[in-house]
């Protein structure tokens, strides 16, 4: 150790200072680190706390922009005036939670095809400003396009007796004009859109103009004319048994076709008995006879005798209430494809209630309405992409044609269950056969039929409307008819085929979205 060295004891003093001094400034630049991480996160916070009210109000105005772009889009007459203030107005009334920003710009543009809508608003921040960013400014845009292909749509709806109950028929006629309201717009006559009706119940309606055009059987050469009534050789149909009766004309239903017609879309043709359709004529039942609470006994004697059909002006006295040879036909007729408004909405507006469910025979006219081959030859031709073709399906119940004796089912377009034609004779099978012809009927209208399996033909919606009969096991059978015979969701306009509806108050949403869903509106971006 030199002279000039400290001493050990100043040398050891030294070094633990340094150690104090060192320790000190470690403390200060972790309180300096940690004091630098806390204001950042507090800005990072801040930072998150004004853009997650910026994201907010960005879907909000998405929300706001599509609904406006709807809105004006499903309109037609529209100047273009008209339709920044339409637009406009259903924001302002629809989203008044914009206040959470300020509402800068609201433009509408028409496009070749559609509308533009642009929407932005200002957003004031609060710990942004901070920074110097005292708003945040916000725009989305919508485009709502029209599909210009035309519709053809057909309404296969329920009319029979249970669809009193809550007024489901009455509440039905509004959803179902409301409807038509959307799909024609303002038009009378429209270039684009044709809507018929087929009401169903134990049977389809025709109407008297389906004679005298090679559709129905009017000379007895099926043998349905003769399954229930022994004809004379004079008058062999039962359009000329109708004839000779003086007081009851034939209503215009027709009985459901054999040899697996019934299930199909077979042209009738006057060389092929089996294709025509033979005019529905329900027996009188034995006198006194009640089936669950009403029988059809219409004249005097015992029912079904032979010698009761072959009396010329044949009167029927005891026709009431829906009785007579027209028991179980549905009133309202088939209302062809049509483009004039009034005509499709008079027609639902006269529906009436009355009779039975054999919902394949519904499903099947709408089908043979919305064909373009005959009976009605109407519809577009299958290969023609510029028509969209729909079939709407309705039912507030299962298939049913009541059971009871002595012919084991009331009469409908099958004829009486002791015929055989709805399964057993027993009428045991009715449901399960009349739910396997209704299966049928619907892969069979979904079918390809244009060579093209990749696109639909035919588009099947169906609604199950209140479906409670008592028997939880026989209405989710009935229900999962009904959903496996619809497009599936994914290859439906509005994504949205089956609809289970429990109230018949939610009839009016229900048609509305189908509507819309069809008018081909879309949000383009």
């Not at 340094?18 to 470690?26: I, K, N, V, Y």
């Not at 429209?190 to 059987?217: E, M, Q």
């Not at 507030?396 to 059971?403: A, F, Y």
Request: hydrophobic fraction near 40%; glycine fraction near 8%.
């Amino acid at each position: 150790m030199s002279a000039s060295d400290p001493p050990p004891v100043a040398r050891s003093k030294s070094a633990i200072g340094l150690a104090r001094r060192l320790e000190r400034d470690d403390r200060g630049a972790a309180l300096l680190l940690a004091t630098v991480f806390m204001l950042t996160l507090l800005s990072v916070v801040a930072v998150a706390v004004d853009f997650g009210q910026a994201m907010v109000l960005k879907q909000k105005l998405h929300n706001a922009a599509d609904a406006a772009a709807l809105a004006v889009g499903s309109r037609l007459d529209l100047t273009d005036t008209e339709a920044n203030a339409l637009a406009q107005n259903f924001i302002k009334a629809n989203y008044p939670d914009l206040a959470l920003g300020t509402l800068t710009q609201f433009t509408v543009t028409p496009t070749n095809v559609g509308y533009n809508v642009r929407v932005a608003a200002s957003l004031p921040t609060t710990f942004l400003r901070v920074l110097g960013t005292e708003t945040l400014q916000l725009a989305v845009t919508a485009e709502v396009t029209r599909d210009l292909r035309k519709l053809e749509v057909v309404l296969a709806l329920d009319n029979t007796g249970s669809m009193t109950t809550n007024d489901r028929i009455g509440k039905l006629r509004r959803a179902a004009n409301s409807l038509v309201d959307i799909l024609f717009d303002e038009a009378d006559v429209s270039p684009h859109v044709k809507i018929g009706l087929v009401p169903f119940s134990g049977a389809v309606n025709l109407g008297l103009g389906a004679l005298g055009r090679g559709w129905i059987d009017e000379t007895g050469a099926s043998a349905l004319n003769r399954e229930d009534v022994a004809l004379l050789p004079t008058r062999p149909s039962l359009l000329q048994l109708f004839q000779s009766m003086n007081n009851v004309p034939w209503g215009g239903c027709v009985r459901a076709r054999l040899g697996g017609h019934d299930l199909l879309d077979t042209p009738p043709s006057l060389a092929s008995p089996e294709t025509l359709f033979t005019p529905y004529f329900a027996p009188d039942e034995a006198g006194n006879i009640v089936v669950n609470g009403s029988g059809n006994s219409y004249l005097i004697g015992d029912g079904t005798l032979p010698a009761l059909y072959a009396l010329q002006g044949l009167t029927a006295p005891l026709i009431a209430n829906g009785n007579g040879p027209n028991f179980n036909c549905v009133q309202r007729p088939i209302q062809p494809l049509t483009n004039v408004r009034q005509m499709i909405a008079d027609a639902i507006t006269a529906m009436q209630p009355r009779g039975s469910t054999v919902i394949p025979e519904g499903l099947a006219w709408a089908w043979r309405v919305i064909s373009p081959g005959l009976p009605y030859d109407q519809g577009a031709d299958y290969s023609d992409k510029s028509v969209t073709k729909v079939v709407i399906l309705l039912s507030d119940g299962r298939n049913q044609v009541e059971r009871g004796a002595p012919y084991n089912s009331f009469y409908s377009a099958y004829g009486f269950a002791t015929k055989g034609h709805i399964g057993r004779t027993d009428g045991s099978q009715t449901r399960q056969v009349l739910n396997a012809k209704t299966a049928a009927l619907c892969n069979n209208i979904k079918a390809d039929k244009d060579g093209n399996p990749s696109t639909d033909d035919i588009f099947v919606y169906t609604i199950a409307l209140e479906i409670d009969t008592g028997n939880a096991a026989v209405d989710a059978e009935t229900k999962s008819l009904l959903e496996a015979c619809a497009t599936p969701a994914a290859r439906c306009p509005g994504q949205q085929c089956f609809y289970d509806t429990p109230s018949s108050n939610e009839l009016d949403q229900v048609f509305s979205k189908i509507a819309i869903g069809l008018a081909g509106l879309r949000i383009a971006k």
